[in-house]
DNA sequence: AAATGGTTTAACCAAATGGTTAAAGTAGTT
DNA sequence: AACTACTTTAACCATTTGGTTAAACCATTT
């Protein structure tokens, strides 16, 4: 047991529930009670649910913006790059399997929020589109918009978390065991798969 | 102007309001407003909000379960089948975009759900499985699990649709346009990345 | 003309919900 | 001892929400 103050179990227990249920889905009671307080103390803290549910929100997001710059960045060979990077995304999916869902979830009641949040991150792409294309241009990589490549890269990661109940039903008929196994395989074989698909064979 | 019964109307209404705001965030008032009825007719056909959205939800997971059966039966080059797969299952999404996340957020706070739903629909991904493993033995295509290529397909062309907002905003620096373009592209480029990935080069 | 099934109106209800208020208690600080 | 910040209790409130009921209306069919 680790001794909090009263703020950050606010902030635990709302993660919590708002993850588990969704903006409008979650009751403030709740989060009251799941962080062993009562509401007037969580209004006291946090005014309001939009306000707490935007806090969260937050937290959430700048988890799980990949931190794509830092990773292509360094002298390292870009394939080695593209190989750390799915290994590392993947492990801090590993350990926050809720967030994707819940961030796609929320952004998609609500897609101005993202807005907000981007001012605080500073996302700059430009270095990562910059090295991919350095690639094509050494002819180490095969033709692509650096943009697509991207995104493939993530969706490789993403897609099999957020569509777990699909998967592990339809795919692997019920068995999280098989599902699990998959998640795993996938820290290299995610990264296999894209950098055969890129690399040049002139 | 399409006449509709009003069976019908409340359907499709139900569909846009859930799929708009979700289960708990929908409110009946607001589907029977849309559907341009009143409250007490909308209970007169569909007794509670869980068995209407339960409908709402089987019809819409109907639409996106995808036929891959289908598309990989058939006598045809194993990469036309990627090709032609990726191609309609993207048209698909992009006369339907909202749906994918609509599955993924429900389904994201009542796993549950996806168990009944299975029954109805019989989604045996075997023969799919051994198509993949045919192609693997002919030393057509590399050495690789057919669960996880059809969960690569299946996330390149699923993924930047649920992820809209963030790849709109952060990738395209808000540009709808470009976001279009990028979705356009990949109606091709997705099975050109697949195949480029798994084609044997020995 | 009577019966039928869909439709409207409008009032109604119980429960839940976000949020407030006020008064009292507690622990540490000055 | 007085002050401060945090915490609890518990009552309270306005609003919303899913859902019900009953009476009347209307068009078609019988």
């Given amino acids: 047991m680790v ?5 950050e179990k606010i902030i635990v227990a709302a993660e919590k529930v708002f993850i588990e249920k969704g903006l409008a889905g979650a009751r403030m009671q709740e989060i009251a009670d799941e962080a ?9 803290y946090y005014r ?12 959430a997001f700048k988890t799980f913006a990949p931190d794509l710059i830092k990773a292509f960045e360094g002298d390292d060979d870009f394939f080695v790059k593209i190989e750390r990077f799915v290994f590392a995304y993947l492990s801090i999916i590993d350990k926050n399997p809720h967030i994707p869902v819940f961030i796609i979830s929320e952004l998609g009641n609500n897609p101005k929020r993202l807005v907000d949040i981007i001012g605080y991150l500073d996302l700059n792409v430009q270095p990562v589109y910059d090295a991919i294309e350095e690639e ?9 918009e650096p943009s697509d490549l991207i995104i493939n890269v993530i969706a490789l990661c993403v897609f099999p978390v957020v569509a777990k109940p699909i998967i592990k039903n ?3 008929k019920g068995s999280e065991e098989e599902y699990k196994k998959m998640l795993d395989r996938r820290k290299v074989e995610a990264a296999r798969f894209v950098i055969s698909a890129i690399k040049n064979t002139d």
């Fill in 36 to 44: 062993g307080i009562n509401k007037s103390l969580l209004h006291y």
């Fill in 170 to 172: 339809i795919v692997f």
């Fill in 3 to 7: 001794e909090k103050n009263t703020e």
């Fill in 48 to 59: 309001s649910k939009e306000k707490l549910f935007t806090m969260v929100f937050k937290i």
């Fill in 136 to 144: 094509i241009k050494k002819k180490m990589i095969k033709e692509i």
